[in-house]
């Protein structure tokens, strides 16, 4: 008996098991924790007063069926003093001797929690409630113009060019939107592997930076880099990947961006402080420290915290005016945790903004 209540007690779910007179004759750690205290002897029913609960109870006694139930404590009564929990609430019959009671007729509760597992149900609910939204506005833009243009605009060319045009733009912008939930679908399945091949970062940001300059002059920014390190500078990383963060943050910087205004980008070494193990006390880690900084509008303090969010935007319709799909700094997160990076945004009102990379430099080998 002592070997079965040892596993019991191991145990993450709560297991509370009654004997035939609703009396409680053994209960395991972890019920004992979920209830903060050991009921055993009293009746079930000062344990629990949930009317769900208690109401399966009874009809599990009087057919001895076994029932399961999803229980939340934000429901009616609680079922756990201090908890917002959800359960699946497992009710059983047992006819025969339980080694761990002695006795015969049990009836035995198992509540496993739940609670993790629902709130992944409600992050992707609430994401497919995003894209779905994303979607559906160029989706009826685009279906509205061609009920236009085969109806009232059907004779008249020149209305009927403008309204292509808005159609090919809503087009690009659901093809843009699907481009980058495929990337963030991608990175976020494989985020844990960690990428093992050396690549020159500062080559990276120097052919990132020049792609961008045609763009950045039909605003006249002028984008500069400079840094004082040696070019043979290397990361750990996938090279594609490294390419998409400076090219979002960059891209970023120029669509938000004032006219006629200027892009640095700078590149530092410096070597984490740290104070951690021994072994990171004699070989520090070096870090190469990237910053893009922009003369934007900027960005208010209480925002910055949620800009790697999905579609999180501080100004949705200016965004979705200029292409953005509210995915770009999500797409960087995910791809700076994958390298074992970090992303830190500083912002002020009317001083722009600048967004900081660091990522480990490869050991030498
Ligand atoms: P978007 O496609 O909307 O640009 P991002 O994920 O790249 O999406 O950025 C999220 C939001 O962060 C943007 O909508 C914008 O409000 C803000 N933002 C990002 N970069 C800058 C910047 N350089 N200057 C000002 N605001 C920025």
Redesign the pocket.
């Known amino acids: 008996m002592e070997n079965i209540s040892f596993i019991l007690n191991k145990l993450e779910d709560a297991i509370i098991v009654l004997d035939s007179e609703q009396k409680i004759v053994f209960q395991n750690s972890h019920s004992i924790d979920l209830f903060e205290n050991n009921y055993t002897g009293q009746n079930i029913t000062n344990l629990i007063r949930s009317p769900i609960v208690l109401e399966t109870l009874e009809n599990v006694y009087k057919n001895k069926k076994t029932k399961i139930i999803e229980y939340s404590s934000e429901y009616g009564q609680n079922l756990s003093p201090r908890s917002t929990n959800f359960y699946n609430v497992e009710i059983s019959y047992e006819k025969n001797h339980l080694q761990l009671t002695n006795t015969k007729d049990n009836y035995v509760i198992l509540m496993k929690n739940i609670t993790p597992l629902k709130n992944i149900e409600k992050v992707r609910s609430s994401f497919i409630a995003n894209v779905s939204h994303e979607l559906k506005t160029p989706l009826a833009t685009i279906m509205g113009f061609l009920e236009t243009i085969r109806g009232p605009a059907k004779d008249d060319q020149k209305s009927m060019s403008k309204f292509l045009g808005i159609m090919d733009k809503e087009t690009i912008r659901m093809k843009r939107l699907i481009d980058d939930l495929i990337v963030v679908s991608k990175i976020e399945s494989d985020e844990h592997i960690h990428p093992t091949k050396k690549v020159n970062l500062l080559k990276i940001i120097d052919n990132v930076a020049e792609s961008l300059k045609e763009y950045a002059m039909k605003k006249n920014i002028k984008i500069r880099f400079n840094h004082q390190l040696s070019e043979g500078l290397f990361v750990l990383g996938n090279e594609d990947e490294l390419v998409q963060v400076f090219t979002?943050?960059i891209d970023?910087?120029i669509?938000?961006?004032k006219i006629n205004s200027s892009i640095d980008i700078k590149a530092e070494e410096v070597k984490e402080q740290t104070d951690q193990s021994e072994d990171k006390k004699l070989f520090p880690q070096i870090i190469l420290k990237i910053s893009v900084k922009?003369e934007?509008?900027?960005?208010h303090a209480k925002?910055l915290s949620r800009?790697?969010e999905r579609f999180?935007?501080?100004?949705?319709a200016?965004?979705k005016e200029i292409?953005?799909?509210?995915?770009?700094?999500?797409i960087?997160k995910h791809i700076l945790n994958k390298h074992r990076g970090h992303l830190d945004i500083k912002?002020e009102i009317n001083q722009?903004?600048t967004?900081t990379v660091e990522l480990p430099i490869a050991p030498i080998s």
């Open positions: 979002n943050i970023n910087s669509k938000y961006g922009d934007s509008d900027g960005i925002h800009l790697t999180y935007r501080v100004d949705a200016r965004s292409g953005g799909t509210g995915l770009g700094l999500t960087v912002s722009g903004s967004f």
